[in-house]
């Protein structure tokens, strides 16, 4: 009788603790979704604003394919590693600069 109620809560353990493992991915996914959402939105802004042109908005579109591509080679093996966490934010603040550099810059007139 122990063992079965052992063997039961060592199988509850393993199924809470895999559970934890596979959600914690989840949040940097949305993270990630967030900010990208936000720089999409404010190149469609700019562009309105006449802040930058289609051109740098396209370059800048580009950019942000290529960050969704690397997006989905890191959850790939559905984990995200600290490394590519890490690599993810970097390329994020890149193109974050990049948008705010062409909204300052006077190629859009």
Known sequence: MKIK?????LVA???I????????PVAHIKHIN???RKEDHRIAMDVRKGKITRGQAFHLRNEERRLNEDKRMAMADGRITRGE????RREEKRLNRTIR????TDRAS
Do not use: K, Y
């Not at 966490?85 to 993810?88: C, E, P, T």
């Open 101 to 104: 550099r062409d909204e300052r």
């Open 5 to 9: 109620i052992f063997g039961g809560l």
């Open 13 to 15: 353990a393993l199924a």
């Open 85 to 88: 966490r890490r690599h993810l």
């Open 17 to 24: 603790t895999s559970i934890a493992n596979a959600q914690a």
């Open 34 to 36: 967030r900010v990208e």
